[in-house]
């Protein structure tokens, strides 16, 4: 690449070119041309070719405003960021041919072939934005700025659709929160919008404010049978017209009762059924074998007390019966049978 070729990638101020195509409207696309005419192709194609050539190449970039979609539209508008996306990738195809230093024939056919396949891309970029982001709003009027290839202006496009953006029942018990939300999934897309406005509808065909800004919802707390009844929200544009249009038919419930839930292990007299409607539900086998295991501890525990205390009142038997025994015939061996005196003054007086 030649030493001049950085400039493909710096500003431009100046003028476009006289061929106007979607990505020529960005002011890079232009400059990166005139330097790939004056930097580029000195030393890499015949001088002679040089103007064919880029007459050639300006009239394919020209060419990307003819876009042919399936749905039959031809030059369609789109927005800025799909034309960004579209500058972007053709700069980068460019940088890539000069990177690689190609000349003659070859870079010939590099150069038209990259032009056709950034048209194809940026039709299938705009094919989306068409499907997908062009005038979103099933309702309502919804303020765009688009492009449109043709001139290269930028302008705010209005996407009409029936301002009545239908009706919706609300229903609120007493005594609790009315919220009404007047907000579309393309209210944050759309440009121009201001305030959002909430009317209370009389059955005279008069009109109350109630409130007025940028949000999108009304809050009314703790609402009563007054609140019932109609309300209308209108979203308000930089125009005169209005983008949207909601009406609310408020009804005001009954007072919310909360029942206290009764312990599922308590019957109350209301709840009892005949025999034939209950249904016992079997232990669980967990249970059982838990209760089984339980009593097997606390007998084999009860067991083992008795047999300690039967063997210690055995044990105490056998050790007094042996003290007993021993005392008893060491005293009787000691013992002399006493004669009583009388008897023996009598023996010696004979």
């Not at 990638?9 to 195509?21: R, Y």
């Not at 539900?281 to 067991?303: N, Y």
């Amino acid at each position: 690449m030649g030493p001049h070729f950085t400039l493909l990638f710096s500003a431009l101020a100046g003028c476009l070119l006289p061929a106007e195509g979607c990505v020529i409207c960005d002011p890079s696309v232009v400059l990166a041309l005139k330097s790939l005419e004056k930097d580029y192709l000195p030393g890499h194609l015949d001088a002679s070719l040089h103007k064919t050539l880029m007459d050639k190449v300006e009239k394919a970039v020209a060419d990307f405003q003819n876009l042919s979609l399936e749905s039959g539209v031809v030059s369609p508008p789109t927005d800025e960021d799909t034309l960004q996306k579209a500058s972007s990738s053709l700069l980068k195809d460019l940088k890539r041919i000069t990177d690689s230093d190609v000349k003659d024939n070859l870079f010939v056919k590099e150069i038209f072939w990259m032009l056709r396949w950034q048209k194809e891309a940026l039709a299938t970029s705009v094919a989306r934005f068409q499907r997908e982001a062009y005038c979103p709003n099933q309702c309502g009027m919804m303020l765009q700025t688009l492009i449109w290839c043709m001139n290269c202006k930028k302008e705010v496009h209005a996407c009409r659709k029936s301002y009545d953006c239908g009706e919706r029942d609300v229903e609120v018990p007493r005594m609790e929160d009315m919220i009404l939300d007047c907000e579309l999934n393309w209210h944050k897309a759309s440009e121009g919008l201001t305030d959002y406005s909430f009317y209370r509808v009389w059955g005279n065909n008069t009109e109350t404010l109630v409130s007025k800004g940028k949000e999108p919802t009304l809050t009314k707390p703790m609402v009563g049978p007054e609140d019932a009844g109609d309300y209308r929200c209108e979203l308000d544009t930089v125009n005169s017209s209005p983008a949207t249009i909601i009406l609310f038919h408020v009804t005001v419930l009954p007072k919310r009762v909360e029942e206290e839930n009764p312990s599922p292990n308590i019957v109350t007299p209301g709840e009892m059924t005949s025999e034939s409607s209950i249904t016992l539900q079997p232990p669980k086998p967990e249970s059982m074998l838990k209760g089984r295991l339980l009593g097997l501890l606390i007998g084999g525990f009860l067991a083992l007390i008795i047999g300690l205390t039967f063997a210690l009142f055995r044990r105490r038997k056998v050790i007094d019966f042996i003290k007993s025994s021993l005392f008893g015939l060491g005293s009787g061996a000691d013992e002399q049978p006493q004669v009583p005196k009388e008897k023996d003054t009598d023996s010696m007086d004979q």
